[in-house]
């Protein structure tokens, strides 16, 4: 069955770098997203992305995060400067948006520790 | 304000007992669309059931079953004879278009004890 992965599973990295985030979404899904979970609260919508554009964006989606679907497979989640704030598991999603078919598949998550 | 509530954080149940898990929404919007998830200690999200707004019929999928009542803004979730493996944080979500953003509860934490 298809699947949404991501790389890597976890990150460890100190503030101010910058960091990326792997996704490959199922081949045939046309909208991509990013959420975040802080630890042991709920999960938070960061960006979504169609048509490749970002059709969406939290407040959390600041001038430090930018996405970008460098190829036909990858879509990717770049934090500019990483704040100890930014720790979280962040999740991709994809979509095929359809009358019939409109639920997000998530990837298991990559873990960013900034220390 | 679009919202949803999971007004229980925590539940615990002894396995075989039946549990439903609370989701009530806030929305001004009459085209919404509703999820609910699954989140193992494995930690990834597992989409489990969809509805939209104008489909007010309730599922049953194997020991699963979905309440969703508008009249009340209520999509409940029940698990009939709970396993220990049912254990997981769900979240109830919203979104207002096909492609559009998941609105998350803040989860209800499910232990199922043996």
């Known amino acids: 069955e298809p699947e949404v992965t991501q790389t890597p599973s976890h990150q460890v990295t100190q503030m101010g770098q910058e960091v990326i985030l792997r996704c490959v979404p199922i081949s045939n899904h046309l909208y991509f997203y990013w959420y975040r979970q802080i630890l042991g609260q709920k999960v938070e919508f960061l960006v979504s992305f169609y048509n490749n554009e970002i059709s969406e964006k939290s407040e959390i989606f600041d001038d430090q995060f930018s996405v970008e679907r460098p190829d036909g497979s990858n879509f990717t989640l770049k934090i500019r400067s990483t704040k100890l704030e930014d720790s979280a598991m962040y999740f991709c999603?994809?979509?095929?948006?359809?009358?019939?078919?409109?639920?997000?598949?998530f990837g298991p998550g990559t873990r960013l520790t900034v220390t | 304000a679009q919202k949803v509530t999971q007004a229980q954080t925590e539940i615990s149940v002894v396995e075989k007992e039946d549990v439903t898990l609370d989701c009530v929404y806030e929305t001004r919007d009459t085209t919404y669309y509703l999820f609910w998830y699954k989140q193992p200690p494995s930690g990834e999200l597992v989409f489990l059931i969809r509805r939209n707004s104008f489909d007010e019929q309730n599922e049953i999928s194997g020991r699963y079953s979905w309440n969703f009542q508008k009249s009340t803004s209520s999509f409940n979730f029940t698990i009939t004879a709970s396993q220990v493996v049912d254990s997981a944080v769900y979240f109830c979500?919203?979104?207002?278009?096909?492609?559009?953003?998941?609105?998350f509860g803040q989860g209800t934490e499910l232990s199922v004890k043996p």
């Open positions: 979500a919203l979104s207002f278009r096909k492609g559009g953003k998941l609105i």
């Open positions: 999603a994809s979509s095929e948006a359809e009358v019939l078919s409109y639920e997000q598949y």
